[in-house]
């Protein structure tokens, strides 16, 4: 079990539309398939028993974690320390189909960002360092994939840009603005 991170190190904020009645929103366990320290704000998809793995491909839904894998409320890490509450290793996250805006710190912080660019979120279960993070890099929609040439495969849009990147006010963390959507790629990409 992973050393519980500071609050504010890894997290996803909405800013706009959660929540309410009609908010959407998905629990479910990590898969046995991901072997890292999974963080709130990362985008996951689920298996095919509806379990969470990392990243999002093809027809997968996005889904943004809200907590953290090593949480007190999803996993209790054991020892004399007693917490009031009773884990099952259960993770809630924001569908992607929602109407939200979201701020995460989990994104390329390498890149630029400028708002109406289209966002992916790489997949890998077995990398904390980049399994779920979001990118603008190599994103590739069916309306630009025939300019690219031939074996150009659409990738999966899991958001479009709204304000960028900046530095929240509370904690100085940098944080990457989105909107959340649902845009199906081919298979694989």
Not at 39 to 46: I, K, M, P, Q
Not at 70 to 78: E, W
Request: aromatic share 8%; proline share 4%.
């Amino acid at each position: 079990m992973a050393v519980p991170s500071q609050m504010f190190d890894h997290t996803l904020d909405a800013i706009k539309g959660w929540f309410h009645m009609a908010a959407l929103d998905y629990t479910s366990k990590l898969s046995s398939n991901v072997t890292v320290d999974v963080y709130a704000g990362r985008c996951v998809h689920l298996n095919s028993v509806g379990e969470f793995e990392l990243g999002c491909q093809g027809s997968q839904m996005p889904i943004f974690l809200l907590q953290n894998g090593s949480d007190n409320d999803v996993a209790n890490s054991g020892g004399t320390r007693w917490y009031p509450i009773g884990p099952t290793g259960a993770i809630t996250g924001l569908v992607g189909a929602g109407s939200y805006e979201l701020e995460t710190t989990e994104f390329d912080s390498a890149l630029t960002y400028a708002p109406n660019q289209f966002l992916r979120c790489k997949s890998s279960s077995n990398s904390s360092t980049d399994g779920g993070l979001l990118t603008n890099a190599s994103v590739v929609t069916l309306e630009n994939s025939s300019s690219l040439g031939a074996g150009t495969n659409p990738t999966a849009v899991v958001g479009v840009v709204s304000r960028g990147v900046r530095k929240r006010q509370s904690d100085r963390n940098n944080v990457l603005a989105f909107w959340t959507i649902y845009k199906p790629g081919e298979t694989g990409y």
